[in-house]
Nanobody, 124 residues
Framework: QVQLVESGGGLVQPGGSLRLSCAAS????????MAWYRQAPGKERELVAG???????NYSDSVKGRFTISRDKAKNTVYLQMNSLKPEDTAVYYCNVALNSWVGDRVTASMDYWGKGTLVTVSS
């Protein structure tokens, strides 16, 4: 069974940095786009950053220049380096991965998987 395990959240002061990780495991055949979303209290979930299999990246305007998404194909892991954090970055951060997995001797069509989320709190 496919699992996504996130880590790296926590409490940080404004201007500080955090690095989030999300490792995918369990019967994976191939991984496509990997992304980070976030959901602040009372708000809808929004895309923060994404990275394709080929390494192309995109960012929301609110994090451009401060956050960097990267991936390690050998480890099936996506990272989000967050610098110059602001109180408005406070949210639960979720990783999202599109992947094909093995079911028996067959490979599934690409499906989206979500992590359980990791809380990032930016406060003095």
């Amino acid at each position: 069974q496919v699992q996504l395990v996130e880590s790296g959240g926590g409490l940080v002061q404004p201007g500080g940095s955090l690095r989030l990780s999300c490792a995918a495991s369990g019967g994976i055949f191939s991984i496509g786009t990997m992304a980070w979303y976030r959901q602040a209290p009372g708000k809808e979930r929004e895309l923060v950053a994404g990275i394709t299999r080929g390494g192309s990246t995109n960012y929301s305007d609110s994090v451009k220049g401060r956050f960097t998404i990267s991936r390690d194909k050998a480890k099936n892991t996506v990272y989000l380096q967050m610098n110059s954090l602001k109180p408005e970055d406070t949210a639960v951060y979720y990783c999202n991965v599109a992947l094909n997995s093995w079911v028996g001797d067959r490979v599934t069509a690409s499906m989206d998987y979500w992590g359980k989320g990791t809380l990032v709190t930016v406060s003095s």
